[in-house]
């Protein structure tokens, strides 16, 4: 699901068509020149997988990997900082509303990062996280550093450099307080995070006082070996928030395999399926049905699947969304309001705020 270790890949890309695809709202410098780097009043430092870093400027010419990462920078509407983005795959969809500011930007690799078009992009700065584009071995924060480009990495995916007692819907709330200090845009964008600390704050609310907590798998592919969710995932976060049990919440990882024999003695009462690429969403489905082996697992005999995109089911503004509609499918009762931040806050995004 995440990226595996690197393929070296050179690509060109000259500067005349950076300039004209970066920033829609920036012009080209004459040859030889360079912006000259906007500094912060006093040093920004934030807290990176546990250790203090320090940002003296703000980035002006930065690349994000993968959707959701991508999606948490356009929700904060710093489109124009953007000079590319890699990790998005025809397989992964990014939200209708960010389409058009994801269409004025050069796709720098599809897949793994590839530190050569980032090095030609003249990146000042990148927003990955571990197995989010950054793997030992290939492309690191270290490495980038060495190349003068700074970077931040997405909180849940530290698990993969140290260990974290938990993960919460609030990491991605604080990623972006994280990002908007670092841009120096706080003021313009503390009503877009309030608005998804309102909907997770509105859930839990609506969910106080619950004590049914369906047994759920998270099956994200793989058929002879299943890659599922751990206790430091996303999913988990997600499935506590909505009142669900993760069953393979023993794991302490973000993104792990598992296996078919603990998933049929846990007997997962739903199934939460991730959407992206092949097999598409039903095709995953059609194979869990089709194993004889699993045909008294709970949900697939009462046939309870429920559908996440990728971009619900990893860190973004999209994580709360998804635990809303799960806690609707699994608790019809209670009635939850499930809220269209994504869409309220992105009506300016690809805009400085």
């Not at 604080?174 to 503390?190: E, P, T, Y």
């Not at 992206?276 to 949900?299: M, R």
Request: aromatic share 6%.
């Amino acid at each position: 699901m995440r990226t595996r270790p690197p393929a070296w890949q050179a690509v060109a890309l000259t500067g005349l068509m950076l300039a004209l695809l970066a920033g829609c709202e920036q012009q080209a410098l004459p040859a030889g020149r360079e912006a000259k780097p906007l500094l912060h009043a006093s040093p920004v430092v934030v807290e990176v997988c546990g250790q203090s870093q320090s940002y003296a400027a703000v980035p002006q010419r930065a690349i994000t990997h993968d959707v959701n990462i991508t999606e948490m920078f356009l929700f904060l509407g710093l489109g124009d900082k953007l000079v590319g983005y890699s990790g998005i795959s025809s397989k992964k969809e990014i939200a209708p509303d960010f389409e058009a500011a994801l269409d004025r930007l050069p796709n720098l690799s599809s897949q793994e990062m590839n530190l050569e078009a980032m090095v030609a992009a003249r990146a000042d700065f990148v927003f990955a996280g571990w197995s989010y584009g950054f793997v030992s071995g290939g492309v690191t924060p270290e490495l980038l550093a060495g190349h003068g480009i700074a970077s931040y990495v997405l909180s849940e995916s530290c698990i993969r450099v140290r260990p974290r007692p938990r993960v919460a819907l609030e990491d991605v709330e604080q990623d972006l307080q994280n990002m908007a200090r670092i841009f120096g845009v706080q003021q313009q964008v503390q009503g877009r995070i309030a608005q998804l600390r309102q909907a997770r704050e509105r859930l839990a609310r609506q969910m106080q006082g619950n004590t049914e907590t369906p047994r759920v798998f998270v099956f994200d592919s793989g058929e002879k070996i299943p890659m599922t969710a751990g206790r430091l995932g996303m999913p988990q976060a997600i499935l506590t928030a909505a009142g669900a049990r993760n069953i393979f919440d023993d794991i302490p990882s973000n993104w792990p395999l598992g296996n078919w024999e603990d998933m049929l003695a846990r007997d997962p009462e739903w199934i939460v399926i991730v959407d992206y690429g092949l097999p598409s969403a039903q095709g995953k489905i059609d194979f869990l049905l089709s194993k004889p082996e699993l045909a008294q697992v709970s949900a697939i005999r009462n046939r309870r699947f429920f559908v996440m995109r990728y971009a619900e089911a990893t860190p973004g503004p999209r994580s709360v969304q998804a635990a809303q509609r799960l806690a609707a499918a699994l608790h019809p009762q209670r009635q939850i309001t499930q809220d269209d931040v994504l869409m309220q806050a992105a009506t300016s995004a690809g805009e400085r705020p």
